[in-house]
């Protein structure tokens, strides 16, 4: 069975820094590009970055440039999002999501929630 | 601001058929293949179609998928009550160098 587990959510004050986590099983992690895509609390769905499978490759959304970081340990079977200088605007539900190929996510963690507050 | 539209909600009676159209642009729907997820209330989206119509193994056929030039349109047929959701389509943006969804399209049962 394929599980996508995140974790490393929480509250914080602007500014600070949080690592997200997400666990992986099911599927082999070191063949898959992933993907982490957010949800503001009542908003749509947002993209915000990707990896290839060797980490060599690694696209961001612009709003994120130069703050977050997207990595992965394949030997851990993780995928990582390193976030610095947060803001109110970054609070959202984070999802990890495995691309099945040309943007198709065919699997999604529960989300873990990221909320940004003073 | 997502560079893909789609109408805020639609709905129809159990039985009937809706239609969700996601409009785009040449650097987005106009080269690209296009998903589409359904988001049930609480829960993580999920995989209705890839490559424009293709469907996951699990998806009933009354979801179907096509693409015209720059639109996508998502079709559910046979409406059921369990189909109330939230639906987004999603593309590469080659001229953002990153992937975007629609704006989202919440489907009422009446």
Known sequence: ?118 | QSVLTQPPSVSAAPGQKVTISCSGSSSNIGNNYVSWYQQLPGTAPKLLIFNNNKRPSGIPDRFSGSKSGTSATLDITALQTGDEADYYCEANDNSLTAYVFGTGTKVTVL
Not at chain 1, 6 to 17: A, D, N, R, W, Y
Not at chain 1, 89 to 102: F, L, N
């Open chain 1, 1 to 118: 069975e394929v599980q996508l587990v995140e974790s490393g959510g929480g509250l914080v004050q602007p500014g600070v820094s949080l690592r997200l986590s997400c666990a992986a099983s099911g599927f082999t992690f070191s063949n898959s590009w992933m993907t982490w895509v957010r949800q503001a609390p009542g908003k749509g769905l947002e993209w915000v970055a990707n990896i290839n499978q060797d980490g060599r490759t690694i696209n961001y959304i612009d709003s994120v440039k130069g703050r977050f970081t997207i990595s992965r340990d394949n030997a851990k079977n993780s995928l990582f999002l390193q976030m610095h200088t947060l803001r109110a605007e970054d609070t959202a539900v984070y999802y990890c999501a495995r691309d099945q190929g040309w943007g198709a996510y065919d699997y999604w963690g529960q989300g873990t929630l990221v909320t940004v507050s003073s």
